[in-house]
């Protein structure tokens, strides 16, 4: 059983900075290859992806949307994937979840059905 846990969450005033971190169990020893995936919903939506990493290369993907104020960064040592996000906005308010796929391409991608394990999610809301 995989676990994910998100953490970091709260409430901030546009304009600010915050760091989401994923931290996600051991897996099984022949896993060598997976993805890492930050996504959100906000109330009424779909889920929406954010941003993924892939362990082997660190290659990462940051959707179109998203680029420029998101960032995404690893200590994979520690099982930690982090998700920065700058200039928040009140539309990034949302509960943000991580999510881990055992990769069977080489590049990552954010298709929520093809991550495997979820994190049960963070509430961010961004508000005066």
């Known amino acids: 059983e995989v676990h994910v846990v998100e953490s970091g969450g709260g409430l901030v005033q546009p304009g600010e900075s915050l760091r989401l971190a994923c931290k996600y169990s051991e897996f099984p020893r022949d896993i060598d290859a997976y993805i890492i995936g930050w996504f959100r919903q906000a109330p009424g939506m779909d889920r929406e992806g954010i941003a993924c990493?892939?362990?082997?290369?660190?290659?990462?993907w940051i959707e179109g949307p998203m680029r420029g104020r998101f960032t995404i960064s690893e200590d994979f040592a520690k099982n930690t994937v982090y998700l920065q996000a700058n200039r928040v906005r009140p539309d990034d308010t949302a509960i943000y979840y991580c999510?881990?796929?055992?990769?069977?391409?080489?590049?990552?991608?954010?298709?929520?059905?093809?991550?495997?394990?979820w994190g049960q999610g963070t509430q961010v809301t961004v508000s005066h």
């Open positions: 990493i892939y362990n082997r290369d660190l290659s990462s």
């Open positions: 999510a881990v796929e055992w990769a069977v391409v080489s590049s990552c991608g954010l298709t929520p059905d093809d991550y495997d394990y």
